[in-house]
Antibody, heavy 118, light 107 residues
Framework: QVQLVQSGAEVKKPGSSVMVSCKASGYTFTNYGFSWVRQAPGQGLEWMGWISANNGNIKYSQNFQGRVTMTTDTSTSTVYMELRSLRSDDTAVYYC???????????WGRGTLVTVSS | DIQMTQSPSTLSASVGDRVTITCRASQSISRWLAWYQQKPGKAPNLLIYSASNLEAGVPSRFSGSGSGTEFTLTISSLQPEDFATYYCQQYYTYSFTFGPGTKVDIK
């Protein structure tokens, strides 16, 4: 079954870091790239960055440059997103999304809720 | 960054209605535009890519058109399962941006 399975919900303190994982299955992992997209409660979609599962090339949104790191582990077909220096306005559902090279997203994970609260 | 706008922000319609949503880009993006549907508590789902190409498995009542800076998503006959929020996304540049969304609700 073609799917992206994300890690579970997290509660974090301001100033800390969070790492969200996204495990791909049912297709050839290295044929695709992945983006991370977040959605604050009741808000729209915000693109955070993209990583190629083929060669590790990365593009980060300027809004997150310096605070986010995206990595892949081809041995487990897993993509990771680490966000540092968390603030309360980082509270959101974080989605991983697959793209086939044309940069639109044809497969999405179910999302991971990250709550930042003291 | 390329800014995306959508109109209307909310649309009230009835089952069977023809519905049109407009998406505008702050500069030309050729046809590098996708449309997604999102239902509450769910991830977005791809409907249209490259402005007018229907994703596999998406009902043919959905269609897209446009190029440059102005695009439309049309639902030819609204069905009960189509009440949702719709987002456009530009992928002309590697700083992808989404429109703010259009919520289609029951009239």
């Amino acid at each position: 079954q073609v799917q992206l399975v994300q890690s579970g919900a997290e509660v974090k303190k301001p100033g800390s870091s969070v790492m969200v994982s996204c495990k791909a299955s049912g297709y050839t992992f290295t044929n695709y790239g992945f983006s991370w997209v977040r959605q604050a409660p009741g808000q729209g979609l915000e693109w955070m960055g993209w990583i190629s599962a083929n060669n590790g090339n990365i593009k980060y949104s300027q809004n997150f440059q310096g605070r986010v790191t995206m990595t892949t582990d081809t041995s487990t077909s897993t993509v990771y997103m680490e966000l540092r220096s968390l603030r309360s306005d980082d509270t959101a559902v974080y989605y991983c999304a697959r793209d086939g090279g044309l940069r639109y997203f044809d497969l999405w994970g179910r999302g991971t809720l990250v709550t930042v609260s003291s | 960054d390329i800014q995306m706008t959508q109109s209307p922000s909310t649309l009230s319609a009835s089952v069977g209605d023809r519905v049109t949503i407009t998406c505008r880009a702050s500069q030309s993006i050729s046809r590098w535009l996708a449309w997604y549907q999102q239902k509450p508590g769910k991830a977005p789902n791809l409907l249209i890519y490259s402005a007018s190409n229907l994703e596999a498995g998406v009902p043919s009542r959905f269609s897209g058109s446009g190029s440059g800076t102005e695009f439309t998503l049309t639902i030819s006959s609204l069905q009960p399962e189509d009440f949702a929020t719709y987002y456009c996304q530009q992928y002309y540049t590697y700083s992808f941006t989404f429109g703010p969304g259009t919520k289609v609700d029951i009239k």
